[in-house]
């Protein structure tokens, strides 16, 4: 099928699908990539950039405060929120039962079908009776409008008293997590998850008990992330799990809300969440593929224990996360001076399975596999020619020039990248930079000094390739510690060819010239499909 | 016109298509056709040129900002006199719709500096982003995400068919996110 046959199908597909979901019947979307294998990937990638596309005004709430709205007299506006307002309120027929309804913003094209969805979420949750949960008493439309009445908290949230009063003592923030894991424990076993978890939704009683609040239905209405108004973005995007961050919806479920309850925890125990970047996109961009410090080189109060807990919540594969019923045990034998019984800190095999395949500073992945086969490339091109130079003894100046060219090639290509905001972008090539620069004045010096040591400079010149070739490898290792583990397997090689390359020095640059080839396009083309690979990532979670 | 005004004008000039798309992204639809955001964004770079000695920051973003808030007002002032204008003539939410958005951008009452930075930041990102995009993804865009309007209704007032504006509003989307991403460096 040519491109443009595809692309009339896709807009059909497209168009069926969002004139389905204005009417409210919009098709499941593991159905509908299943439906249609051929379009799968840019279907994908619609669902993903509607999600990840900010919105600046989700959908406007009248500017003026009903007087009532359903069943309740409206008393006084507590406050606004991106989602919508929260007024006190209270029951006509009871007067006595004052509460706390929350009004929410939904999308104008929010169907009849999501409309019930909303309620029977509501439902649901009104159902979902626990102590530390908080209670939803109704839910309804006014004037197209949804809203719930839910139990008034006069302790304030979490975030506040975090704000007023900082990180808690390692025991108090453990006992505190591990009532709200029961409690989302409770809600997981009624299929029913958060999805957006923070300090913020964590209220308190008079009496300081924390109750859940705000689980996520507005999420269902349409499907998009609504909440991009200042508040918003500043409360949530920090304790998004990696799944969130990357927008694949289909994959957030139970595991999401305990990343969340990791970073509850985590920041309970810092007094800062795990991620915290420059700017919304540099979080987004941590939270996927950072680790986060370790808590204790925060706070040296924080154990081992419950630091392997918290980490553990913390991991970007939710297959390696707790379920919150581990959580709930783990914690409780943290806090029995009892060991672990799910959470483990990493074993050696994790640890250089973790080192190899994790890619590191992904942000820059793509102009660097470029770079890779292009500077591989052309330190392959320098040392043929060396090779040949050597061989018919050119004018020694041009072997100079011709040996450190490539080095011209590499630096400069970092150099002209356009300037970036993003930290980690910025550092990447500050780091690569550095190596390569180290890297070529160490030769240079080298060849210096065999040259004062050697009358011939042929002699000289083949000589330092063992010592060249330990360079590069030890360059590698640096580049394996910052960008991607493979490069550790690629230095290795180099530094096992330097005895090779003593053996028979007048080989030496052709094996150089080979090694840079096949190390810079083999790392260079497997970065290639890495980045081919996540950006079609559909489902890569098989708990989903 | 002094040297320096010629060359403060053509920096101005670059920020015509940032301040075309700011209005349109303040701009309730209904009121779309009835003001015009290249008009405004005129008079706001000739307000600009007039006062260029007031403008004391330096670089790039700073300049955004200044012309941002000189916009917004000159925005919310256009939208008074039409309102005045208008009397009673039905568009009232639209106009509604706008001062509210106004209001969100300039004032943002409840939020605090940190917030209102984030806020103008992703403003900024998206008016950016938005400025390269075709005219007509541009007009999806805004028509069906920003202004909630139904698909075929978009598709009747850009006069195309429906599947084509599906289309229109997902590349749209796909250039958008690749332009967000790349504006950070990703």
Known sequence: MNQEENDVRLEEVLADYLQAEESGQAPDRKQLLAQRPDLAEELTTFFECRQQVPRLWPSGLPQESPACIGDFTIEETLGQGAMGVVYKARQKQLPSLVVALKWMRASQRAGAENRSRFITGAEALAHLRHPNIVTIYQAGEHDGIFFYAMELMEGGSLAQRLREQGPLPPRAAAQLVCTLARAMQHAHQQHLVHRDLKPANILLTANGDPKIADFDLAQDLDGEITRTDSGALVGTIPYMAPEQAAGQIEAIGPWTDIYALGAILYELLTGRPPFLGANWTDTLEQIRHQEPVPPHLLNPKVDDQLETICLQCLQKDPTDRLAAQELVEDLECSLNHLPNRHARPPSWLDFFKHLLSEPRQIADFTHQANLNILAGFAFALANVSVFFLLHYRGPEPLLWMVLFSPYAVLIGANLTRPESSHSSVILARRHLLSIWIGHGLGCASFITALRWMTPDYVTAFLMCYPAMSVLTGLALFAMGALFWGRFFLTGLVWIGFAPVMALEPTWAPLEAAFLAAMSGSLVGLTMRRLVREKKSEQNPFPRA | ?186
Do not use: C
Not at chain 2, 39 to 57: C, P, S, V, W, Y
Not at chain 2, 91 to 120: C, F, W, Y
């Open chain 2, 1 to 186: 016109m002094d040297q320096g005004a010629d060359q403060f004008g053509q920096v101005l000039e670059k920020h015509r298509g940032y301040l075309v798309a700011l209005g349109r992204l303040h701009l309730g639809r209904r009121l779309w056709r009835k003001m015009d955001p290249e008009d405004l964004a005129g008079d706001t770079i000739l307000e600009a040129l007039k006062n260029r000695h007031q403008f004391k920051g330096s670089g790039e973003n700073e300049l955004r900002g200044w012309l941002r808030t000189m916009h917004l007002n000159n925005f919310r002032d256009a939208l008074r006199k039409y309102w005045k204008e208008l009397g009673q003539q039905g568009l009232e939410d639209s106009l509604a719709q706008s001062s509210g958005r106004l209001r969100d951008s300039l004032e943002t009452p409840t939020s605090t500096p940190s917030q209102k930075a984030v806020r103008n930041e992703l403003l900024d990102h998206l008016t950016r982003a938005l400025t390269q995009l075709t005219p007509e993804q541009q007009q999806a865009y805004f028509l069906y995400r920003e202004h909630e309007m139904k698909l075929a209704e978009v598709a009747k007032h850009l006069g195309l068919s429906v599947p084509a504006t599906a289309g229109l509003i997902h590349r749209g989307l796909k250039k958008l996110k690749h332009l967000l991403q790349e504006e950070d460096g990703l």
